[in-house]
């Protein structure tokens, strides 16, 4: 837990480095420098179960919000090259939000099936349990895809802008 809370920080400190380059990249930093903080109360600090339950909720919506955010920096940031690369970033930030909202979603109909269930005493039809059970998959899936795809971006664009810094290069020692 703490080598994880160290690569985190690391990952933050990269991003307000980039921060110079697009302003977005520092409030993901941010984001993450709170979640950081979130998670370090609860590894290091005896805590109520209470407590613990908000602080990771926090948690997980601070890192979903860093990771949209990520998302349109790296999408402005390849913009300036290659703007294919920056179309597949704009589709991956797409399909996080629809992956959040379809957890949403899920989670109000699962909470609307508790209440009609308990206070006014029918089930809802099976056609919300289908819903539910199809947005858990849907959630299930793009919850293990996106970070394979925000990788194999990543590497798309650092590798793209590495080689324009070395053509970059190569024209200022021609010219000089």
């Not at 991003?15 to 977005?24: A, D, G, P, T, Y």
């Not at 899920?106 to 947005?135: E, K, P, Y």
Request: proline share 2%.
């Amino acid at each position: 837990a703490v080598l994880k809370l160290l690569c985190r920080a690391a990952v933050a400190a990269a991003l307000f480095l980039l921060s110079r380059e697009i302003r977005k990249y520092g409030a993901a930093a941010i984001c993450d420098v709170i979640s950081l903080v979130f998670s370090a109360l609860c590894l290091f600090l005896p805590l109520s179960d209470l407590f613990v339950s908000a602080a990771a909720l926090v948690e997980m919506i601070l890192s979903l919000v860093s990771f949209c955010i990520q998302c349109r920096a790296h999408m402005l940031l390849a913009e300036r090259t290659d703007p294919a690369l920056s179309g597949k970033w704009r589709a991956l930030r797409r399909w996080t939000l629809a992956a959040i909202f379809a957890l949403l979603v899920n989670m109000t109909l699962l909470l609307a099936g508790i209440f009609f269930d308990s206070f006014l005493g029918f089930s809802l039809s099976s056609s919300f349990l289908v819903i539910g059970t199809l947005l858990t998959v849907f959630t299930g899936l793009a919850g293990l895809a996106i970070p394979v795809v925000f990788l194999v971006f990543l590497g798309q664009t650092a590798s793209r802008l590495a080689f324009l810094a070395r053509e970059a290069g190569q024209k200022s020692k021609t010219a000089g």
